[in-house]
């Protein structure tokens, strides 16, 4: 008989010829016999393991488990709190994109988490139908035809319905949960009722207005456009000029400075020389010191701030000097000649022009700069707009100019006319600001557009603001300083697919006419016939004389012609807290995507306070973008873009492009959650593929032991084993942390943490330790149905935790669940409820109890290494207090069945803490000891030590264990469970 002793605190590491004369003798790799395999209490399960088929039965389990209808039950049946989870309606203008499928995803794990809590969820899923997008792509090869506005409408229309239609199915399939019955359109006639009077109210309270004011103006949409719909192209090229403009009146300091024989010039730059014909003053710094450089050769003097006028003799291409020097304050008083039109025009001080860019004399058109906008208002300049509506110039700018068109022809025409004016001409590269519907430059422009005042809303917009929290918490000021900068919001729109802005004008002082009365009446309008009625109904209908007799606003309707502006299509998704919530009702969440700051977040928030004086939301989840496996921007040109219906079904190409199933692109979505930018591609989704194939293994040996005959009544806590009651533990706490992501949005932790528990404690530890107890065991014993009642609660508790993100396999889990542990005539996980967390199960004293006997397991292995440790018998020799600790474990002096046995997974185990008396010659003794907690809460250092022996049984042909005193017989406990069997 061979023995080893091991005292831990020595290096476990021998020679190979020590291992093997130690660890030699009867292995396990005799012929493994088959002949007792139907004794055994296997797993038994129709759950399916493989993944290939995915796409197809997550379908078959949408319709089995009711997905369609989930909505309409909870509404009816949970009795919790309202939960509101509010939709920001996606555009209504093509496919779905990988977009769509990260923000629908993670909404609809939102609400079925608060399904399972009992919350009656409110999630009506909605669509931004109106706008430029969809009226472009509708009339996409009809551009010859001269279509009227109500036909344009009808085509946006129906682009928009089939657009819907693709959508809601992908939403569907994705597995979301909502009331599809009842979505809201932005164009539904009760819908757009809503919005006007909230556009009422606002007017009323003075937050609506009408001005002339420059606006971005997108000449390829023809329409004014909001900042929230630009986006800036940082490579953007612009053709920048330094002009020189003749001064044609001096002041007092500069007659001092330049002689008459002299031609004194001053030196703008810009980088829209169209804007040229529109220029109106130069601006000056006051505190600027303005250097007079000389070209001796021409006599021409020019006129520039001091860190420019090395780069004016560059361009000129001679050398300058300097004649003098003057600063601002003093070019008060003189004027210019403007190259083009020969108008002497004023100097001007700006409080906008600084010495850091350009020459510091500002070119000033107030039709097309903010800056330049409001100095002329202040100074009561009329304003020159030389545009149309298609941004071309007007007939009053000359014969030379007319009709020439910004973005194509304008720009040339300008630079020909300004022939030997331009000193200098290159291109320059910078951030500019683009159309984000076509993709193409914007201009500043002057025109009479409708406005929101959101200076006067900020204040109390921030203040409420203050109240919400923001998740990722980083983002709790996301908005703050986008709104910060925001002075108004242009609201109208020169388009026709859009709600009509309910105003009249007078034909004769062209003042507009708006009020309650005539408002109220075109909502009753709208409501009943929806906003075509604007086009389609007479003046006399949609503002009858007697309604404006009985006001007092006039005595016939031939006397207005209706307004042929829209609504911005933020307005229209901002006021859908209106339109979907009910009075008085605040939205739990808003999520959305990061750039809906500036958007839906914010259009949402004005017109919340401007009406109803507080946040239409509680809180807001905010998620990032997708790009491409490598970190690419996809784009259909690259050809990078990843289609979530192919993740799903599946491309053409079954080997590039696999059908993974909803529930991995699920898993994607909630793993990608709140990041900045998150990534998909193949090799992502293999992974996940994996992932969640190792899980389904996982899950469905629990569920393949449970439906092995597990008893109608659950075992009491207090007869399960220490092992029981230690797995427990963990999933107590396990469960706790996942109800506390969920609240949190934190979904990468969620499935990090399940996944550790999975893989750490159930597979590796759990279930290899349990599988003798659950297949070998008497099928009724207490320990067996102590470990399945275990298992049961493991599965439940991670079914339900994943059930919100993985939908299709907790049903499909829960579908091949035993008869007895289903809820009668109940198809749906989702209508069962949340997990239990009994406190009984938050025991710290089985944790203490386990963690010596963790500290000796870990001891064991490093032992024996990959030897296997049921070859071995184990003495455990240790000091009384640990001793009486392990004895809780194991109460017989040498068992084979005890739950420490089962915990080392040893042939047998002995507990002694009585000493060796004989120690053989051939040990290596090495120092052991373990930390024993105590009942003051401190923990006291153990010795103890193994003795290791090659077990001299044999191995039981039924349970594959070293405990059988006979090789032709089954070992002792396996022939009691025979024996039971056959009296049975």
Known sequence: MRFLIVLKGMSPRFSESCRRYFFSGKKSGSKKSKKYSSTLNLPQTQFPISMRDSSLREKDIQNICGFQDLYKWQRENNTGEEFILHDGPPYANGKTHVGHAINKILKDIVCRYHVLRGSRVHYVPGWDCHGLPIELKAMKNKGHLKLTPLQIRDLARQFADGAVRSQMESFKRWGVMGDWDNPYYTYNPQYEAKQLEVFLHMYEKGYIYQDVMPVYWSPSSR?????????????????????????????SHLQNLVENTHTLHAVIWTTTPWTIPANQAVCYGEDINYFLMEDEMSRDVYMCEESFTEKLTNIVGKPLICIGTILGTNLKGIKYRHPLTNEELPFLPGSHVTSDKGTGLVHTAPAHGHDDFQLAKKLGIQIRNVLDDDCRYTGDIGPQLHGKAVGHDAEQAVLDLLGTSVIHKEDFVHSYPYDWRTKKPVIIRTSRQWFIDTQALKSRALECLDEVTVYPNNLQHGMEQQLDSRTYWCISRQRVWGLPIPVFYHKQTEKPLINRVTVEHIKELVGKHGSDCWWSLSDEELLPSQLLQQNGLGS?????????????????????????LEPDKQADVYMEGTDQFRGWFQSSLLTSVAVQDKAPYKSLVVHGFTMDEDGRKMSKSVGNVVDPDVVIHGGKNKEKEPAYGADVLRWWAAVSNLQTHSTIGKAKLDQMLGDLYELRKMLRFLLGNISTGILQEHVDYNLLWPQDKYMLYQLYHLGSKVAEFYENYDYVKLLRTVDKFCKDDVSKFYSVMVKDRCYCGEKESLPRQASLTTQYYILDVLMRSLAPILPHLAEDLYYHYPPSRR?????????TGWFSLPEEWNNINIVHTFEPVIDIKEHLQDIIQSEPSIEFDVMIYTSSLLYNKLQELQSEHTSSESALCEILQTASTTLTDEALTVIPDEVQAVSGICNVHMKDGFKHPEKYVIILKDTDRFICERCRRFTSESAKSPCPRCLDVLATGWEN
Not at 568 to 574: K, L, P, T, V
């Open 223 to 251: 329409t004014a456009l909001a900042e929230s719909e630009l986006e800036y192209k940082a490579d953007h090229v612009s053709t920048s000029i330094f002009v020189k403009f003749p001064i044609t009146k001096k002041s």
């Open 556 to 580: 016939s309707s031939e006397d207005y012609t209706r307004g042929q502006d829209i609504l911005d299509i933020w307005f229209d998704s901002g006021s859908s807290w209106a339109a979907v």
């Open 823 to 831: 809820k009668k005539d109940v198809d749906s996980i989702f209508k």
